[in-house]
């Protein structure tokens, strides 16, 4: 039996940016490790292990990681194909509710990737 991973990818704008990167190191380091954590736990166990962080961003094609704790980090991904998974962005959720603004970037995003990948 092959065992194969979830690669986690990150979206890259055309002008070679990779936003999340930018959101990531915004965050204090331990910030960052929760969700560094949390990736390395995607890509070794699939997205199955991670159920009990996840939740769908319902009428969207996204998936919000939810990196608990007292900020409320949330990370917007898309799993387009199995076994990958592409981040979109990254916030500190500040409302119960997931701002339209944040799942706007993320369909932005999304868009523009697919859009690279057809032509």
Request: positive net charge.
């Given at each position: 039996m092959i065992d194969v991973k979830t690669k986690v990818h990150y979206?890259?704008?055309?002008a070679e940016k990779n936003p999340f990167n930018d959101f990531l190191n915004s965050l204090s380091p331990s910030q960052q490790?929760?969700?560094l954590r949390v990736f390395v736990h995607l890509e070794t166990y699939g997205l199955q292990q991670i159920i009990p962080?996840?939740?769908?961003?319902?009428?969207?094609p996204f998936w919000e990681i939810r990196i608990l704790?007292?900020?409320?980090?949330?990370?917007?991904?898309?799993?387009?194909?199995?076994?990958f998974i592409l981040v979109l962005h990254g916030f500190v959720k500040k409302t119960r509710k997931?701002?339209?603004?944040?799942?706007?970037?993320s369909y932005s995003r999304y868009n523009e990737?697919?859009?690279r990948k057809i032509t």
């Open positions: 979206y890259i704008s055309p490790s929760k969700i962080h996840i939740r769908k961003l319902i009428g969207t704790g007292k900020d409320n980090i949330r990370v917007v991904f898309v799993a387009p194909f199995k076994n997931t701002p339209s603004k944040e799942i706007g970037i990737w697919i859009n």
